[in-house]
């Protein structure tokens, strides 16, 4: 069974500096790899995801990812958070043989002025 | 997203009672998919469907039951509802694909109340 783990339920951090949402997976096969955020009142919407190639993967609003086969890790990262960041994130995980998206719990994200 | 919408925006019923949640989208995809989103727990699925006559089980279909109407319909059903199904309801969609590497676009969600 394929699995996500997001091990903070929220992050802190000031306006300007870098941002780590973290995301560790398991899944048999090949991972396809998601993030998602979700604004107070609304749907998910999709930010980015690693399919196959370059490790790093670059998403909507400044947002990248980088895929690390070793630790089943897929991190969330900005280079300088904006408080207009503020939201619930969620990581998730397919296999290249999978027909169920898989997600973790979520990470509230606060960016302070 | 607005391509994908989702009647009631908000629902308060009793236990017992039977409720009809309702999905339309327009981005002409085949896959529609019923999730439920419960605090911690991030999102569940509950029943999925690649065409109007391909309809699967998620991780949590008890007490639950989908119809497919069209392409671009889905709707969810509580056939007799119970406080545990209180929760955020969502509806998504996402092209046809060999694998399972297409994003999928999500719908405002239904806020289900059980009393």
């Known amino acids: 069974a394929q699995s996500v783990a997001q091990p903070e339920d929220q992050v802190n951090v000031a306006e300007g500096n870098p941002l780590t949402v973290k995301c560790t997976y398991s899944v048999s096969g090949n991972p396809y790899l998601f993030w998602y955020v979700q604004y107070p009142n609304r749907g998910l919407q999709f930010l980015l995801k690693?399919?196959?190639?370059?490790?790093l993967v670059k998403g909507s609003y400044g947002f990248e990812a980088e895929f690390n086969k070793s630790q089943t890790s897929f991190h969330l990262k900005k280079p300088s958070a904006l408080v207009s960041d503020s939201a619930l994130y969620f990581c998730?995980?397919?296999?290249?043989?999978?027909?169920?998206?898989?997600f973790g719990g979520g990470t509230r994200l606060m960016v302070k002025p | 997203d607005a391509d994908v919408t989702q009647t009631p925006r908000n629902r308060i019923t009793k236990t017992g009672k039977r409720i009809m949640l309702e999905c339309s989208q327009t981005?002409?995809?085949?896959?529609m998919y019923w999730y439920r989103q419960d605090p911690g727990l991030g999102l569940r699925l509950i029943y999925y469907?690649?065409?109007?006559?391909?309809?699967n089980k998620g991780e949590i279909s008890d007490g639950y039951s989908v119809s497919r109407q069209a392409q671009a319909k889905f709707s969810l059903s509580l056939e007799s509802a119970i406080p545990n199904q209180t929760a955020l309801y969502f509806c998504?969609?996402?092209?046809?694909?060999?694998?399972?590497?297409?994003?999928?676009?999500f719908g405002p969600g239904t806020r289900l109340t059980v009393l």
């Open positions: 981005k002409g995809h085949d896959r």
């Open positions: 998730a995980v397919n296999n290249n043989a999978g027909n169920m998206l898989t």
């Open positions: 469907s690649f065409d109007v006559k391909d309809i």
């Open positions: 998504a969609t996402s092209r046809r694909s060999s694998g399972g590497y297409n994003e999928q676009f």
């Open positions: 690693y399919i196959t190639g370059d490790n």
